[in-house]
């Protein structure tokens, strides 16, 4: 039985398929059009569904959209449509909404709102005649009648999604995120196959939205660089943390409420885009940070006496602060907590595909565990040189990719590593990279530069398993880069490159059956250097999602200061990049080669 899992209401648009219960294929449609998160979350966008990611699942199992079972789409919209207006088969928009704002605000219904869930109700249909004509091959000629189409809540896609593939077969659930249809908060118990709702928070009271609000105010993309605020908090004092205290007021059975605050009146102007920072700015990412960690530790500790379990499993927009993380694996009341690493709304989509998977397969034991995110495309070596062949760009096959690349790396290069099947999730994980040395305190400089970064930003470590507690305190199993860690105070002066301003890093470990050849080259590093920790961050640059193919690859490698790119067995190197290229060197250069 195969299950088609879709995103495609706020951001992240994603799909995943699943085959008996086991996931096959899942990617983000932003590695498709290039377009970061695949498009923004106003209401005009709903329509818009993950067409290439569709396309990309189907292709891994070879089939087509009509030999899909079950459908699986991560928002249910019957939550939100009220009694009234259940049956009512017309509504009206405004032409100029704001012009009538005080008709809306008497009703209390945005107008938007209906505009934005006609999408979603109309998705099965569009799904069948709206996919772009180039992808006509895996779509031409079904209909609605082919499968069977589920909205799914869009908070219990988010659990299914935490719980079902993790570890654990019982655990309490926690879902944070800016807001599905209703909910911004669930709070549910998983034991074996099923997942029960114990409690919930209602919009407008959101953790997800409150730090999304802060975004927009320090002048960054709410919906989009929130993980910045968290990297900027580092540097602040927590000197407002009474006046964000004063907004949250947390209630029994785990429910809070958030005041609608001004932060202007309150913090005064807010930063514009690109306008300098000061201690004002990092002052207030230091106090939302803090008192989130407090409030969501308070939080844990109620459902952990109410569910009395010991793991915790976590999922939503608000599951991907690995500050946060660290603090509820460190001082929670949970002993083992799994995140899982498409916490943000990409995930959903595969959550609603396992909960209706195990619901028609009607299976009472967990059939999947989610042990890597490597379930993007791949390219083998043919198609790799065929393109390169076709571009004309100059490479050289390696024989020891592993040992070849790290005598690159401990040569201070900085190096693009395109190998396998592509990471599903925000993280790079090892095989979409740009990676480095640690040893050189310069690096994470260097790196900001060439992705266009703040400088504030940090790097993250990639670190061999077994190696991973004798460098960073504390460290286990963290193989999705979800939990910061101090860095081990004998080993920091070693790889100054990922250490924080605060004295941590975001830790990924890898082990050899998630990643053989990454793991390899992390072996080889670590028997030239004595260090088995390499900087890992994604293969980017600032505004543009993860490359996918070898074509995104070399673009971007070309259009950026890296010193090489592995991609496949191939090298490719910028031998030139330093040379002076003033004229008389040039007509020197060029007079040789003539």
């Known amino acids: 039985m195969y299950t088609l899992g879709i995103n495609a209401v706020f951001h992240d648009s994603a799909a995943c398929l699943i085959k008996d219960g086991v996931l096959i294929a899942a990617a983000e449609e932003e590695r498709f059009t290039h377009i970061k998160h695949g498009k923004r979350p106003i209401p005009f966008s709903t329509y818009e569904l993950p067409f290439h990611a569709i396309d990309y699942c189907l292709q891994v199992a070879n089939i087509h959209l009509k030999d899909v079972d079950h459908i699986a789409y991560s928002f249910n919209p019957e939550l939100l449509i009220s009694g009234e207006h259940k049956y009512d088969p017309f509504t009206t928009i405004p032409f100029y909404p704001q012009r009538h704002k005080n008709d809306i605000d008497r009703v209390g219904q945005n107008p938007w709102e209906n505009l934005f869930l006609s999408f979603i109700l109309n998705a099965p249909a569009h799904l069948t005649d709206g996919y772009p004509h180039h992808l006509q091959k895996r779509f031409k000629g079904c209909t609605t009648a082919d499968w069977e189409w589920h909205f799914v809540d869009h908070h219990l896609s988010h659990a299914a999604s935490a719980y079902l593939p993790s570890p654990f077969k019982e655990a309490a659930i926690l879902t944070l995120d800016g807001r599905g249809e209703i909910a911004t908060t669930t709070y549910n118990l998983g034991e074996q196959n099923t997942i029960a709702r114990i409690a919930q928070v209602d919009m407008p009271h959101s953790l997800g939205l409150l730090y999304e609000r802060i975004t927009s105010y320090l002048g960054f993309l709410h919906s989009s660089d929130e993980y910045r605020v968290m990297a900027l908090a580092s540097y602040g004092k927590p000197t407002f943390q009474n006046d964000f205290r004063e907004m949250i007021t947390i209630e029994n059975s785990g429910r809070y409420t958030i005041g609608n605050?001004?932060?202007?009146?309150?913090?005064?102007?807010?930063?514009?885009?690109?306008?300098?920072?000061?201690?004002?700015?990092?002052?207030?990412?230091?106090?939302?940070?803090?008192?989130?960690?407090?409030?969501?530790?308070?939080?844990?500790?109620?459902?952990?006496?109410?569910?009395?379990?010991?793991?915790?499993?976590?999922?939503?927009?608000?599951?991907?602060?690995?500050?946060?993380?660290?603090?509820?694996?460190?001082?929670?009341?949970?002993?083992?907590?799994?995140?899982?690493?498409?916490?943000?709304?990409?995930?959903?989509?595969?959550?609603?595909?396992?909960?209706?998977?195990?619901?028609?397969?009607?299976?009472?034991?967990?059939?999947?565990?989610?042990?890597?995110?490597?379930?993007?495309?791949?390219?083998?070596?043919?198609?790799?040189?065929?393109?390169?062949?076709?571009?004309?760009?100059?490479?050289?096959?390696?024989?020891?990719?592993?040992?070849?690349?790290?005598?690159?790396?401990?040569?201070?290069?900085?190096?693009?590593?395109?190998?396998?099947?592509?990471?599903?999730?925000?993280?790079?994980?090892?095989?979409?990279?740009?990676?480095?040395?640690?040893?050189?305190?310069?690096?994470?400089?260097?790196?900001?530069?060439?992705?266009?970064?703040?400088?504030?930003?940090?790097?993250?470590?990639?670190?061999?398993?077994?190696?991973?507690?004798?460098?960073?305190?504390?460290?286990?199993?963290?193989?999705?880069?979800?939990?910061?860690?101090?860095?081990?105070?004998?080993?920091?002066?070693?790889?100054?490159?990922?250490?924080?301003?605060?004295?941590?890093?975001?830790?990924?470990?890898?082990?050899?059956?998630?990643?053989?050849?990454?793991?390899?080259?992390?072996?080889?590093?670590?028997?030239?250097?004595?260090?088995?920790?390499?900087?890992?961050?994604?293969?980017?640059?600032?505004?543009?999602?993860?490359?996918?193919?070898?074509?995104?690859?070399?673009?971007?490698?070309?259009?950026?200061?890296?010193?090489?790119?592995?991609?496949?067995?191939?090298?490719?190197?910028?031998?030139?990049?330093?040379?002076?290229?003033?004229?008389?060197?040039?007509?020197?250069?060029?007079?040789?080669?003539?």
Request: aromatic share 10%.
């Open 261 to 594: 605050e001004n932060f202007e009146n309150r913090f005064g102007s807010a930063r514009k885009h690109n306008e300098p920072f000061n201690s004002h700015h990092f002052n207030i990412a230091r106090s939302l940070q803090l008192v989130l960690e407090e409030t969501v530790l308070e939080l844990t500790d109620w459902l952990q006496l109410k569910t009395k379990k010991h793991n915790l499993c976590l999922a939503g927009g608000v599951a991907l602060n690995c500050v946060l993380n660290g603090k509820l694996r460190d001082h929670g009341p949970f002993k083992n907590i799994w995140v899982q690493p498409a916490s943000g709304d990409s995930g959903t989509a595969l959550g609603a595909a396992l909960w209706i998977d195990k619901e028609k397969r009607n299976s009472r034991e967990k059939d999947f565990m989610m042990n890597h995110t490597y379930w993007g495309p791949s390219y083998g070596d043919h198609e790799i040189e065929k393109f390169l062949k076709w571009v004309k760009v100059p490479y050289v096959k390696l024989d020891d990719i592993a040992f070849q690349t790290a005598e690159l790396l401990a040569d201070n290069k900085i190096i693009g590593w395109f190998q396998g099947r592509m990471e599903f999730g925000p993280r790079a994980l090892g095989s979409r990279s740009i990676l480095a040395s640690p040893i050189d305190p310069e690096m994470q400089k260097r790196l900001n530069e060439v992705k266009h970064r703040e400088d504030f930003r940090p790097v993250a470590p990639v670190v061999l398993e077994e190696d991973a507690a004798e460098w960073f305190s504390g460290a286990g199993v963290s193989p999705f880069m979800l939990f910061v860690n101090d860095v081990a105070a004998d080993k920091a002066d070693q790889i100054p490159a990922v250490k924080h301003v605060d004295g941590t890093a975001r830790i990924q470990t890898i082990n050899e059956t998630q990643h053989l050849l990454y793991y390899n080259l992390l072996k080889a590093f670590k028997a030239k250097t004595g260090v088995p920790v390499l900087v890992n961050t994604s293969f980017n640059t600032l505004g543009k999602p993860i490359v996918c193919s070898p074509r995104d690859a070399v673009e971007c490698f070309w259009s950026s200061p890296f010193d090489a790119l592995v991609i496949g067995s191939f090298l490719i190197e910028k031998k030139d990049g330093n040379q002076d290229f003033s004229s008389d060197t040039y007509l020197q250069k060029a007079g040789t080669l003539s």
